[in-house]
């Protein structure tokens, strides 16, 4: 009998522990190290550190709903434009993912504003949730850039994984954005944390309910509710989708079903064996003209749009 208990008493700390440790690396993983990131980008041939000293950068910052302080660089042209791309990084990650993307958006006369999500880089905040409450800081951001660049600035957002579920779960409420991009991201993130318990052979049924629980205790968020699925329907402006056939870390199953779900125009680049955020590296052409195309064809929209408001009332 003490056997037993003793048996039992093991299993149940073996489940606690992996309850615990699972949340923590849900809300508070390790993050990259600015070095970390360019050694990254330098390996995978996508942006050189030296480069960075080219680009006239502008540290801003914004106050959060709920008080934190959160911290942006603005890499502008080298001159006016009313266009401007604000970029997300995903879980772990730091602005300078942006890097990389900067001089391409600037031939196309897009300003940019690559910020550092709430507990990453040199941002304020303790714990990540899964696009939840970043998707309103994005609200913060945009209004930033409105008040900085008029009411009728022409603004796109562009997020990879964690921060590509931030601009889907904002985007459907702001009608008035340019266009999205959202790069090798998550359906949601019960989605995303079944997947990865089913990758570590973990049985969801025994371990996802009290992961909920203690993201709800100490995180205070629901992970229910970090649903870019559902906010994808409700997106009107031009969608770009884009993913690596070989992620293991989000499967391309999940931009398919984005894509599946979102109406209206919309766009699903899958990069041949590329990996979590390889997507410029083994398809930088691809890549480059999807976005190409993308931008066009929500400039024509607005155009259109614009047109349609100024027209004379012929009624009259």
């Known amino acids: 009998m003490i056997g037993f208990l003793c048996a039992v008493g093991a299993l149940f700390v073996v489940w606690a522990a992996i309850v615990l440790i699972s949340s923590h690396r849900i809300l508070r993983s390790r993050h990259?190290?600015?070095?970390?990131?360019?050694?990254?980008?330098?390996?995978?041939?996508?942006?050189?550190?030296?480069?960075?000293?080219?680009?006239?950068q502008?540290?801003?910052?914004?106050?959060?709903?709920?008080?934190?302080?959160?911290?942006?660089?603005?890499?502008?042209?080298?001159?006016?434009?009313?266009?401007?791309?604000?970029?997300?990084?995903?879980?772990?990650?730091?602005?300078?993912l942006a890097l990389p993307f900067v001089n391409f958006f600037h031939?196309?006369?897009?300003?940019?504003?690559?910020i550092d999500l709430?507990?990453?880089?040199?941002?304020?905040?303790?714990?990540?949730?899964?696009?939840?409450?970043?998707?309103r800081d994005?609200?913060?951001w945009v209004r930033f850039l409105r008040a900085r660049y008029g009411e009728h600035a022409a603004i796109g957002l562009m997020g990879q994984?964690?921060?590509?579920?931030?601009?889907?779960q904002y985007a459907g409420g702001d009608e008035e954005l340019l266009f999205c991009i959202a790069d090798c991201t998550f359906t949601s993130a019960e989605d995303a944390v079944h997947y990865h318990l089913r990758r570590s052979h973990l049985d969801f049924s025994l371990f996802y309910r009290p992961?909920?629980?203690?993201?709800?205790?100490?995180?205070?968020?629901?992970?229910?509710d970090a649903d870019s699925l559902a906010a994808v329907k409700d997106i009107r402006c031009p969608l770009l989708f884009v993913h690596g056939t070989a992620d293991?870390?989000?499967?391309?199953?999940?931009?398919?079903?984005?894509?599946?779900?979102?109406?209206?125009?919309?766009?699903?680049?899958?990069?041949?064996?590329?990996?979590?955020?390889?997507?410029?590296?083994?398809?930088?052409?691809a890549y480059f003209d999807a976005i190409t195309r993308l931008t066009r064809r929500a400039e024509r929209r607005r155009a259109e749009a614009d047109s349609e408001d100024v027209k004379p009332d012929e009624s009259r």
Not at 118 to 135: D, F, K, Q
Not at 161 to 166: L, N, P, T
Not at 211 to 224: E, S
Request: with cysteine; charged share 25%.
């Open 211 to 224: 992961i909920v629980a203690v993201l709800r205790a100490v995180g205070k968020f629901d992970i229910a």
């Open 107 to 114: 031939n196309l006369d897009y300003d940019v504003l690559a």
């Open 248 to 285: 293991r870390m989000l499967p391309c199953e999940m931009s398919q079903k984005l894509y599946d779900a979102a109406s209206g125009d919309r766009e699903l680049l899958l990069v041949e064996g590329a990996r979590h955020v390889q997507n410029l590296s083994l398809g930088r052409a």
């Open 32 to 56: 990259q190290s600015v070095g970390r990131t360019f050694a990254k980008m330098e390996k995978r041939s996508d942006f050189r550190r030296e480069d960075e000293s080219s680009y006239r």
């Open 118 to 135: 709430r507990a990453h880089g040199e941002s304020e905040g303790r714990y990540s949730t899964y696009g939840l409450l970043e998707s």
């Open 138 to 140: 994005l609200a913060n």
């Open 161 to 168: 994984s964690m921060g590509g579920a931030a601009v889907l």
């Open 58 to 96: 502008e540290k801003v910052s914004i106050v959060s709903d709920d008080g934190l302080k959160l911290t942006g660089w603005l890499l502008p042209c080298n001159y006016f434009t009313e266009k401007v791309v604000l970029f997300v990084h995903g879980f772990t990650a730091n602005h300078r």
